[in-house]
């Protein structure tokens, strides 16, 4: 374990296994985000589909009886949005959200500005009101009354209940990749590394027994000749002159 035949090889080993991971960490978070890109560009009117159907304000004030209709009837069909009515500043004025644990008074109104702005052909996160810190995709659009600007419709598009089935399939996910093509392609290229290590390293091992001969008592012992001009070939030869030079140096000595 101490040659370097088995060190360059654990060394090998461990850069694999970081490799490894690396690759599942970054695969599985670009997969992720390529989800929740599609999700959002899926979903981007949905939020435009409701006002068409009901308008959350009436007179300035929220219409929480309607508002409430229409989302409860938008929730059944799709249980995986929670909808929320904002002020113009990104203040919560009212919700529907199955489990009802809304933490946040607010969210960040610039992220919902950017998207209305944009028609939600750009990927944007927001606040996730459920969650502090958190952010989730969402799809929203503005609520104006007679051009004045009475607040926001905010529906995120991955609830509580969607987030724990995303989480267990991702879990799932990535052990199949980890026990199928990561573990494949690290067994394989172990063993292909392990083969090229020692194959690079083939010379040295020449080396190393022709010295231990020599030390021994074989003073003919000499390393094979090689026309390389690598660092290991002039190793060889610097050897075998080294030998040859003490050999006759002992030959000159017993004359």
């Known amino acids: 374990m101490k040659s370097l035949y088995w060190r360059i090889s654990l060394s090998f080993i461990l850069i694999l296994l970081i490799v490894g991971f690396s690759y599942v960490?970054?695969?599985a978070t670009t997969s992720q985000r390529y989800f929740q890109e599609?999700?959002?560009?899926l979903n981007a009117n949905v939020a435009d589909y409701l006002i068409k159907e009901v308008n959350p304000f009436q007179d300035g004030k929220v219409n929480e009886e309607a508002l409430g209709v229409i989302m409860h009837s938008m929730m059944a069909v799709n249980p995986g949005i929670e909808v929320y009515?904002?002020?113009?500043?990104?203040?919560?004025?009212?919700?529907?959200?199955l489990d009802q644990k809304v933490k946040l008074k607010s969210v960040e109104?610039?992220?919902v500005k950017k998207f209305v702005a944009d028609q939600g052909s750009n990927f944007i996160l927001g606040d996730d009101p459920r969650n502090p810190g958190d952010q989730s995709v969402f799809s929203a659009t503005a609520v104006y009354e007679e051009n004045q600007l009475l607040g926001y419709v905010y529906i995120t598009?991955?609830?509580?209940?969607?987030?724990?089935?995303?989480?267990?399939?991702?879990?799932?996910y990535w052990m199949k990749l980890t026990f199928n093509s990561i573990l494949?392609?690290?067994v394989v290229a172990l063993l292909i590394g392990l083969v090229l290590i020692g194959w690079l390293t083939r010379h040295l091992r020449k080396i190393v027994q022709t010295?231990?001969?020599?030390?021994?008592?074989?003073?003919?012992?000499?390393?094979?000749?090689?026309?390389?001009?690598?660092?290991?070939?002039?190793?060889?030869?610097?050897?075998?002159?080294?030998?040859?030079?003490?050999?006759?140096?002992?030959?000159?000595?017993k004359k």
């Open 25 to 27: 960490y970054i695969t």
């Open 38 to 41: 599609t999700t959002q560009r």
């Open 85 to 97: 009515l904002l002020d113009p500043e990104g203040n919560i004025l009212s919700y529907v959200v």
């Open 109 to 111: 109104i610039e992220p």
């Open 157 to 172: 598009l991955a609830s509580e209940k969607f987030e724990t089935i995303s989480n267990s399939l991702l879990g799932s």
């Open 184 to 186: 494949i392609t690290l």
């Open 211 to 253: 010295v231990e001969h020599f030390r021994d008592g074989d003073l003919k012992a000499r390393v094979p000749e090689s026309n390389s001009d690598s660092e290991l070939a002039t190793l060889g030869n610097t050897f075998n002159h080294m030998a040859d030079t003490i050999l006759a140096n002992i030959d000159e000595l």
